[in-house]
């Protein structure tokens, strides 16, 4: 089941729901104070913000032969 994020109009407080993709857009219910919203946010699944790319580019040959 993915996460689906809500933002809570009561208290202004972000949440996240496990559910079914089926119900995302049910009202849901905030943890917090108990205030019911239908906002859903948009994100879920991509939460995977890592770049592995440990080569950076290496600039630096900066040999000017003279031209002249
Ligand atoms: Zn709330």
Redesign the pocket.
């Known amino acids: 089941m993915p996460f689906y994020e809500y933002h ?1 109009p ?2 202004g ?1 972000p949440f996240t729901l496990l559910r079914p993709m089926a119900e995302r857009d049910q009202p849901a219910e ?1 943890p ?2 108990g ?1 019911v919203t239908d906002t859903r946010e948009l994100s879920t699944f991509a939460t995977s913000g890592s770049g592995t790319g440990g080569s950076a580019p290496s600039f630096g040959g900066g040999c000017s032969s003279g031209f002249s």
């Open positions: 809570c009561g208290c407080q905030c917090q104070c205030q």
